[in-house]
T-cell receptor, first 112, second 116 residues
Framework: GENVEQHPSTLSVQEGDSAVIKCTYSDSASNYFPWYKQELGKRPQLIIDIRSNVGEKKDQRIAVTLNKTAKHFSLHITETQPEDSAVYFCAATGNRDDKIIFGKGTRLHILP | NAGVTQTPKFRILKIGQSMTLQCTQDMNHNYMYWYRQDPGMGLKLIYYSVGAGITDKGEVPNGYNVSRSTTEDFPLRLELAAPSQTSVYFC???????????????FGPGTRLTVL
């Protein structure tokens, strides 16, 4: 089945700088790659997603890139703000069996 | 729309007790999922369903059971609670026309379960 690896597990970034979180997946048939943000004590919420027919997608300060050949995808947050502090999860569909498998998460700290 | 709702919000169980975690969605989604999230950890898939009457195991199904008799409801049953089942449980739903096209998952607010 699908396996998703996420790095780093913790990331501290100065406010205003950029943050990058990377994920790799194992199932070459996977075709949907969402990113979720989870604030303390809250539910995960989708912030951006990308499908396998697209290499990059951007939404204001957030962008996701996908390299199908290398089976990795990354989340980029520019001009980071205090409210970006949270845990971020990547995920991938194991397309053959309808499951969405999550990475272990990255705790992002925005330093003042 | 209320989206995905879960009850109860919190529960404390004694070892060996049973309970059902309720999950309901009003978005007419065909896919529903149960995850558990241990403190400081990621989300692990327990069970999922692609439609009424169809369920399948995820990564960590042992100790749990599910049923899907309607599109809206997807209850999770714990038969003999153990301390290892202390966790936050999230239900989620999504709509997919085919297995080749997966859409956004919407999560419920979670149920915090403690087994003592």
């Amino acid at each position: 089945g699908e396996n998703v690896e996420q790095h780093p597990s913790t990331l501290s970034v100065q406010e205003g700088d950029s943050a990058v979180i990377k994920c790799t997946y194992s199932d070459s048939a996977s075709n949907y790659f969402p990113w979720y943000k989870q604030e303390l004590g809250k539910r995960p919420q989708l912030i951006i997603d990308i499908r396998s027919n697209v290499g990059e997608k951007k939404d204001q300060r957030i962008a996701v890139t996908l390299n199908k050949t290398a089976k990795h995808f990354s989340l980029h947050i520019t001009e980071t703000q205090p409210e970006d502090s949270a845990v971020y999860f990547c995920a991938a569909t194991g397309n053959r069996d309808d499951k969405i498998i999550f990475g272990k998460g990255t705790r992002l700290h925005i330093l003042p | 729309n209320a989206g995905v709702t879960q009850t109860p919000k919190f529960r404390i169980l004694k070892i060996g007790q049973s309970m059902t975690l309720q999950c309901t969605q009003d978005m007419n989604h065909n896919y529903m999922y149960w995850y558990r999230q241990d403190p400081g950890m990621g989300l692990k898939l327990i069970y999922y369903s692609v439609g009424a009457g169809i369920t399948d195991k995820g990564e960590v199904p042992n100790g749990y059971n599910v049923s899907r008799s309607t599109t809206e409801d997807f209850p999770l049953r714990l038969e003999l609670a153990a301390p290892s089942q202390t966790s936050v449980y999230f239900c989620a739903s999504s709509y997919s026309e085919t297995s080749a096209y997966t859409d956004t998952q919407y999560f419920g607010p979670g149920t915090r379960l403690t087994v003592l």
